[in-house]
């Protein structure tokens, strides 16, 4: 048993994070306000993904958290593009919470991986992140290696129809670990044509597993302007 001093010491690395945010305090990525990184007043603006889309009929099912845009727009910009890896912590509590209140069977957590090329770019992939803290979450192990994405597609934009983007996807993905779970939910952050889910599903199925569902954190409606944005 711990003695009663160690058992009130910080961490050194507990203490480093105290000492820094007492320095340099976080704000909110979407208004700026002092102390957290999706403030209270911003995650109570949020609005949940209204749902009733066609389903993906390739999948055994998919939810998404939230509807895109907002202060969530910002929050996403800041950890895909901004290099701001802990609001993926606030982020991933959002997708968690909507997987309690709407279970998907899973064994195992599998985040949609990036382009090696792209991964090295960002330093690391914003959708194992999110999967990270979901997984703690909801007590679900993940999938960390063997799942790869080897072909660098173009963008989705330049495809005129949802076949295009099918096709672009097309053999993008490849499982080259051992045996799979039977039943995998694919995290992304952001779901946009579902195009990328469909393909990461079909390399899984070929791969032995059995059923791919999936969990996104946000969505545009599908036709509208943020939809059109994501595209780009």
Excluded at 72 to 101: E, F, Q, T
Aim: hydrophobic share 40%; charged share 20%.
């Amino acid at each position: 048993m711990p003695s009663t001093a160690s058992s009130f010491s910080l961490h050194p690395s507990s203490l480093i994070a105290r000492l820094l945010n007492l320095f340099f305090p976080d704000h909110c990525t979407s208004c700026g306000a002092l102390g957290e990184l999706l403030c209270e007043a911003c995650k109570a603006g949020l609005r949940p993904y209204p749902g009733g889309d066609r389903p993906i009929v390739e999948l055994d099912g998919a939810e998404v958290a939230h509807l895109y845009g907002g202060a969530l727009r910002p929050a996403i910009h800041a950890l895909k593009y901004r290099g701001c890896r802990r609001v993926a912590a606030p982020l991933g509590d959002l997708m968690a919470a909507h997987l309690w209140a709407h279970p998907l069977r899973a064994d195992a957590l599998l985040p949609v991986p990036l382009h090696p090329e792209r991964q090295r770019e960002r330093g690391y992939n914003q959708s194992e992140l999110l999967a990270e803290r979901v997984g703690v979450a909801c007590g679900l192990p993940i999938v960390r290696a063997g799942f790869q994405r080897v072909r660098a597609t173009t963008k989705q934009a330049q495809q005129t129809n949802a076949q295009g983007r099918r096709e672009n996807m097309r053999g993008a993905f490849v499982w080259q670990g051992g045996r799979l779970p039977r039943h995998i939910l694919l995290v992304d952050d952001v779901l946009t044509t579902g195009s990328t889910l469909v393909a990461c599903a079909e390399a899984l199925r070929a791969a032995g597993t059995v059923e791919v569902r999936a969990l996104a954190l946000a969505r545009s409606k599908p036709g509208s302007d943020d939809q059109k944005l994501l595209l780009v």
